[in-house]
């Protein structure tokens, strides 16, 4: 009795797998565009695909719209306190060396104005590149990582003699491995 309950459930099951209505297929659509070639030398137009254009990488430290582009942190005359306007920049950049480039080393690099002796303006120099690095550090970033230097008033970016070149070159920059 058991055998021919097995044997009638089995053939059910066939049954109903051999269904004669017919399956629908999900559809399939082409969703890429065919551009016509334009070629001198056949008369005849043939179509191509275009390959999907992936969006292109963009480095956030080259973008102008993002605040990692920004790499200077400025400094009030004889000073090396970071100023509160420039620790947003220091934490953006701290944060993406945390995140995004965590084998990545960088450079903090200390200059003056042309005010000062050439051994003052390198030693405070020095002491403003080592400040921004403090602040880095305490946002997480390894201190191994971060190597700093001064140029003092070596490396101006404005040349003139007043205030506003001063103010433009009492700066330190944020230099990644590899610029």
Known sequence: MKQAALYILVAVAAAACASKE????????????AVPSTSASSGSSSTQRQQPSQPLAVNPLN?????????SVYFDFDSNAVKD????????HSRFLTTDKRDSGIRIEGNCDERG????????????????????????????????TSYGEEKPV?????EQAWAQNRRADIKYAGE
Do not use: C, F, W
């Open 117 to 148: 002796s050439r051994e003052y303006n390198l030693a405070l120099g020095q002491r403003r590149a080592e400040a921004v690095k403090q602040v880095m550090t305490v946002l997480g970033v390894n201190g191994g990582r971060i190597e700093t």
């Open 22 to 33: 017919p399956q629908t297929q999900p559809s399939v659509t082409d969703r890429s565009t």
């Open 85 to 92: 306007e420039y620790r947003g920049l220091v934490q953006a």
């Open 158 to 162: 404005a040349p003139g003699h007043d």
């Open 63 to 71: 973008d102008p719209n993002n605040p990692l582009s920004k790499r």
